[in-house]
């Protein structure tokens, strides 16, 4: 028994899916903390409100707050361009071991 589950964590690569899974945590976490403690703060004063957290933009009795959504939004364009980048290293990798 114990054999046969080697065999499937082999077979389905479980381990290298569980290392990806921990790094692509950890890195979300990277990212969120530099578009929060760096990035946000840099582009704090051009917003109306100051504070990136709460920026609102007021049209009439409705208030939208894009604050927090420009900080998540930044978080995923980072994200994403990083794992695009990534991605794509080891794509070119591939196609050259193939050749």
Do not use: R
């Amino acid at each position: 028994m114990l054999k046969e589950f080697i065999e499937f964590l082999k077979e389905f690569k479980v381990i290298s899916l569980a290392v990806a899974f921990v790094l692509g945590a950890a890195s979300t976490n990277l990212v969120s903390a530099f578009v929060k403690d760096i990035f946000m703060p840099i582009i704090s004063p051009l917003l109306s409100s100051g504070s990136w957290q709460t920026a609102t933009l007021n049209l009439g009795p409705i208030a939208i707050a894009y604050g927090a959504f420009l900080a998540e939004f930044l978080n995923f364009i980072i994200l994403a361009t990083v794992i695009f980048i990534v991605v794509k290293k080891i794509m070119k990798t591939e196609d050259a071991e193939k050749k």
